[in-house]
Each structure stands twice: as structure tokens, then as C-alpha cells.
Nanobody
């Protein structure tokens, strides 16, 4: 069992930065790859990026590549999403999830989700 809690969301101007954190409970945290997804009003939850269980591999959606960075600390059971050069189209609720699947880009492959944190980027 893994419980996830996101934090760090807020309101920021375009071009600004935010750092989201996802705190996990449970001793099996390091067994999971972790993903970040986001969901804007009226849209489906979409893949933002992922990090492997070891932290040695990451991937990103084209829309955030070069602007967002995912990291994890398995000693503290945390995953972070550093978001730079934010755009109004980045506005969404951001979720972290845990998966053991290789299909980490697919939201249906995730076993656990956090409650989400709102990110709003003003123009």
C-alpha cells in the first residue's frame, strides 16, 4: 500500500517557476516508478513525465520537455516536479502516481494516486 500526497501548487505568472512535491508513505515506495500527470478542466488526465524506481531514467511529454524536471529521493520517499518557464497552458491539477508497469505514460497503469494540487499560470 502506498499513499501519496502532493503539495506545492499555487498561482504563478507566465515565465515563472514552481516546484511540486509528492510525499509517499509505505515501505514499498522504491519499488514503484513514479509519474506526474495533469488534468485541465474539461480535458482528460495527461502524462507529464515519469521517473524510474531508481531515479536513473526519466521521460517527459513533448509539451514540457526542457522546462520540467522530475527527481526522487528514495531515502525520504519523495518525488519532485520542478517546473520552469511556465505557460498559461500548464494550468491544471497535477497528480503524482505510482506504477509497476512499463507503460508509465498510460494513466490506467497506475496503482496509486495522490489527491492532486492546483497549478494556475496567469498570462
Amino acid at each position: 500500500q502506498v499513499q501519496l500526497v502532493e503539495s506545492g501548487g499555487g498561482l504563478v505568472q507566465a515565465g515563472g517557476s514552481l516546484r511540486l512535491s509528492c510525499a509517499a508513505s509505505g515501505r514499498t515506495f522504491r519499488a514503484y516508478a513514479m509519474g506526474w500527470f495533469r488534468q485541465a478542466p474539461g480535458k482528460e488526465r495527461e502524462f507529464v513525465g515519469h521517473i524510474s524506481w531508481s531515479g536513473g531514467s526519466t521521460s517527459y511529454a513533448d509539451s514540457v520537455k526542457g522546462r520540467f524536471t522530475i527527481s526522487r529521493d528514495n531515502t525520504k520517499n519523495t518525488v519532485s516536479l520542478q517546473m520552469n518557464s511556465l505557460k498559461p497552458e500548464d494550468t491544471a491539477v497535477y497528480y503524482c502516481g505510482a506504477t509497476r508497469s512499463s507503460y508509465y505514460f498510460n494513466r490506467y497503469e497506475y496503482d496509486y494516486w495522490g489527491q492532486g494540487t492546483q497549478v494556475t499560470v496567469s498570462s
